[in-house]
């Protein structure tokens, strides 16, 4: 029915419209209208901030299931580096991905190197690079949507390199058909996820037609079982259990962790929606042109700030942060081959495998002398109405219900300070604080 | 200026100098009403483009400007009206590279001397105007030739 997939859906029955959404959304894309609220698909990024924000959870990120798995012949699961900061220091990645071949996969890759031989692609990319500057990074799905829907100029500025993680998961299951004798449809590759925005560049890549990856399960799902199963896993030293961690991977789990790996002069690292939002209105306004190269996230922190984590995420990010630390004091340094990456990247095996298009909005009349007017009543009803932007009506500001009015989806009277009769004191008062805001 | 159409979306915005931190403001202002009503992107990021020349320059030299924007279905026309210093030399001013920053503009990025021609390389007709020690007058319009997005 609808021409966007998303990853987010809201529960009618447990709504019962208390705002929180309408008021976080960063693209103003949830209305709440006879008291529920609904998602406006074209506008809105799935990046996941109205799930946090719901009171009464009535807000659900569509991930799979765990029985998901049961559908193919040999599943191997691909965790997000942030899954390595959920649990005590002292398990290490070596023994997560153990565990997780006790839960139920047949096997589970160390996402970190991948993302690894990806810094060494970026470098590459950059060294040859000659489009608009900065560069922002893919690896965050709702940034990609965000630039696609509501900043489409700057759709050059994304980086032509693919998601470690879709190029993992095309990787393992040709390297496994191979090995096993198996098509590669019996084989089942997961992203075990932090935030439900993953779920829809699996479904519906922004890029290309089809991922790579079958599925994505969120970390809060598996985190109770895989915490018991690690207990059966046998101890390993220490020191060998450090020896396997890419010291250049496992800091993508947080912001700043690529652009620590790249060693640019100018790089900036930016998370959290309202402070991209930010950085990428300075972009539209020419600002920023020396800064070669952005990594940005949704959620704060990066990956580890994921509405699907289990861990605080200020602790979660020490921890990365805490074991790069004691990789570089131990003068542990598991890395991909550079040479071999290089190779690989000539060969085109780290590029998108389509074109990034923009997602404009769509304009008010697809008439253009109909689109001046209407804009023009938008004006108007704008200037009538309070600006205190209370949300009452259902829309998140004054402005967007102005053009919920005048696109027909919603009704001035919808308005509490337009029923004057029963709220004209309260029109007065405001009138008077509207004035002495605008004399100021 | 759009005599004989009746259907002109038209805005006014101040813009006062020397505050860099409003600086663009007006300018991306400007860009979302234009994408709102699906004006075709190239011809709005030229718009966009000379707009925020011209609104550095107030930023940069003048006191205070009225920029108008004037919309109608055949073209985008951009009126600024700025207090300030005004232009000794126009023809001068006009030329590329020829800039009278100070060294402080220049240090935040500004002050290369592309700012006039650059809103005359993106605008299909520029007017401008000046009484030096009053101000500076200009007029930017954009045509749409009817080509939509």
Known sequence: MSQYFHSIRIDKEKCDGRMKCLRICPT????VRQGKASIIEEKCIDCGECITACP?????????????????????????????????????????????????????????????EVSFAIQEYLREYEG????????????????????????????SIDNPREIA???????????????????????????????????????KGKSHLDGAIAITDIYGPLLSAM???????????????????????????????????????????????????????????????????????????????????????????????TLEFEKIKACPDIREVRNLYRQRYFFIEGKLEPRPLKPLDENLARAIMKRKQKEEIYESLPQIDCGACGSPTCLDFAEDVVKGEANLGDCLFK???????????EKEGKESRKRK | ????????????????????????????????????????????????????????????YAQRAELTLNLTPSMIHIRLVDSGPGIED??????????TATPEMREMGFGAGMGLPNIKKNADKFEISSAVGKGTYLNIYIYLNQKRR
């Open chain 1, 28 to 31: 103003q894309a949830i209305r």
């Open chain 1, 56 to 116: 009464n959870s009535a807000i659900i990120p569509l991930t799979d299931p765990f029985g998901e798995l049961t559908k193919f012949r040999y599943t191997i699961a691909i965790p997000s580096p942030s899954l390595y900061a959920q649990f005590d220091r002292e398990i290490l990645p070596g023994k997560i991905l153990a565990g997780l071949k006790k839960i139920g996969f047949d096997d589970a890759y160390d996402l970190a190197f991948a993302c690894g």
């Open chain 1, 132 to 159: 608009p500057k900065p560069l922002i990074f893919n690896a965050c799905p709702a940034v990609v949507r965000l630039v696609q829907v509501k900043y489409p100029d700057l759709i050059d500025h994304i980086i």
């Open chain 1, 169 to 207: 998961a095309r990787e393992t299951k040709k390297k496994k058909s191979k090995q096993l004798d198996l098509r590669e449809k019996e084989i089942g590759t997961f992203y075990l996820t932090p935030c439900p925005v993953k779920m829809i560049s699996i479904r519906q890549p922004a890029e």
């Open chain 1, 231 to 325: 207990e059966e896993v046998p101890k390993e030293s220490y020191r060998k259990s450090l020896e396997s961690i890419c010291i250049l991977g496992i800091g993508w789990a947080v912001v700043g962790g690529i652009c620590r790996t790249l060693r640019l002069k100018n790089s900036i690292s930016v998370s959290g929606l309202t402070e991209i939002l930010k950085v990428f209105d300075d972009i539209e306004k020419g600002k920023l042109r020396n800064i070669e190269f952005i990594e940005a996230y949704s959620c704060l922190q990066g990956c580890v700030g994921g509405s699907l984590t289990v861990e605080n995420i200020y602790s979660s990010h020490n921890k990365i942060v805490k074991l790069i630390d």
């Open chain 1, 419 to 429: 029923n004057v009769s029963q709220t004209s004191a309260i029109l007065e008062e």
């Open chain 2, 1 to 60: 200026m759009t005599r004989g159409e009746e259907n002109v979306f038209s805005q006014t915005f101040e813009i006062q100098g020397r505050n860099f931190g409003k600086a663009g403001n007006v300018s991306t202002k400007i860009k979302e009403i234009l994408k709102e009503i699906g004006i075709d992107s190239s011809i709005i990021r030229r718009t966009a483009i000379a707009t925020y020349e011209a609104e550095m320059n107030v930023v940069m």
């Open chain 2, 90 to 99: 126009i023809e001068l001013a006009m030329q590329e590279g020829y800039s």
